[in-house]
């Protein structure tokens, strides 16, 4: 059964939540057979798999064909799509960068630092439908 932000949720601190990151089809299908329940699909995509020399590098559109790749691999598996550098500077920035990894297939998405100003309108939009995805 694939899990749901809100059972990732509830899971949180009570137990350990088994994730590991695919980039591609091929290997987000293994990690579906073997019974992972969350893969993660990480801007780091950059540097494993296009060579760049940093994160930074990496697009939202990079990221939006990666998580549709795993996405197609990993039916039944709760996907999380990183956001990339830059993707996350507003919030009204953030919400089209979540919505392009939702579109793409992200059951949740995730960015770094502590923007809390960001989190909050991203669970607002979250509340009254305007993007119908929780985050991790």
């Known amino acids: 059964m694939k899990l749901t932000a809100q059972s990732l949720r509830k899971m949180k601190g009570i137990e350990q939540i088994p994730m590991l990151t695919a ?3 091929p290997i987000a299908q293994s990690l579906e057979r073997a019974g992972v329940p969350v893969i993660l699909v990480g801007d780091t995509v ?3 798999e296009m060579g760049f ?3 930074r590098h990496t ?3 990079h990221m939006k064909y990666h998580v549709g790749a795993v996405r197609r691999g990993a039916p039944g598996t709760h996907v999380i ?3 990339p550098f830059n993707s996350y500077l507003t919030p009204s920035v953030a919400l089209e960068s979540a919505r392009v990894r939702v579109d793409a297939g992200a ?3 995730k960015h770094e630092g502590a923007k809390l100003d960001v989190i909050a309108y991203l ?6 439908g305007h993007l119908d995805q ?3």
Do not use: N, P, W
């Open 107 to 109: 059951d949740s998405v």
């Open 123 to 128: 669970a607002r939009m979250v509340e009254h």
């Open 23 to 25: 980039y591609t089809s």
């Open 134 to 136: 929780a985050f991790a």
């Open 81 to 83: 799509g990183d956001l």
């Open 59 to 61: 697009t939202l559109e």
């Open 46 to 48: 950059g540097m494993v």
């Open 53 to 55: 020399d940093r994160t």
